[in-house]
């Protein structure tokens, strides 16, 4: 299992480019566990002490609005992480995490993770220029929710999910996220019935096929069109 620690870290944006030694020091102070399906990590509002590594398998994060509507603001699997914020500003959780499918996490505690952040003031910066990514990520998010059309918004968020869990094939590229049309509103945000409507015109313009619970990406370049309207 230790070397399997020490591949999933060198995979992390976040311990990017570490010595072996650091890789090694880190990797032991990993603690395991298993999650089924829709088992929830932590709630909004939780206490930070722990950041988490997904080794298999998908979380997603989302909070939920007062009328009980959900945003999803991210789908993660192998090798992203998730919760550092609350761990280095010791604020309460900003959201929640939820397993989409059965889930190994490795979770690295507030104590160790400080400890060796002051052994290794360098990471320090590198850790910054993670959190300032996330953060410009975010606000393209909004951006995008305030500048442009659904249409443009759905086909965006199939290219970042390709980007992130694609593979290619002879049919094009294939999300390996097995996500329902409600799962993609949320994370799109608008509803499942507009959701599905925009995927049917995708697949009448030969942009997208699906697979079982699987989009293939078959025309890039046609879909790309869409994701660049205004």
Do not use: W
């Amino acid at each position: 299992m230790a070397i399997e620690r020490k591949s999933l870290l060198r995979e992390v944006p976040l311990f990017a480019g570490l010595e072996d030694e650091h890789i090694a020091a880190l990797a032991a102070m990993l603690v395991e566990k298993r999650h089924r399906k829709g088992s929830v990590i932590f709630f909004e509002g939780d206490p930070g002490d722990a950041l988490f590594i997904v080794a298999s398998g998908m979380v997603k994060i989302y909070r939920v609005a007062e009328d009980g509507r959900e945003k999803t603001l991210a789908i993660l699997g192998p090798g992203d992480i998730f919760g550092e914020m609350a761990l280095l500003d010791e604020e309460p959780r900003s959201a929640i995490a939820e397993t989409l499918e059965a889930t190994t996490l490795f979770s690295l505690h507030r104590k160790e993770f400080l400890a060796f952040l002051s052994a290794n003031p360098a990471r320090a910066i590198h850790i910054i220029k993670v959190l300032c990514g996330r953060l410009r990520q975010a606000n393209a998010q909004v951006m995008d929710v305030i500048f442009r059309d659904v249409k443009s918004r759905v086909a965006r968020t199939l290219f970042d999910l390709a980007e992130r869990h694609g593979t290619r094939s002879p049919q094009g590229v294939r999300i390996e996220l097995k996500l329902t049309h409600q799962e993609l509103a949320n994370l799109v945000g608008t509803a499942r019935e507009t959701i599905t409507r925009i995927l049917a015109e995708f697949q009448d313009a030969g942009c997208l096929t699906v697979e079982g619970r699987h989009l293939v990406i078959r025309d890039q370049e046609a879909l790309d069109a869409f994701a660049l309207a205004e």
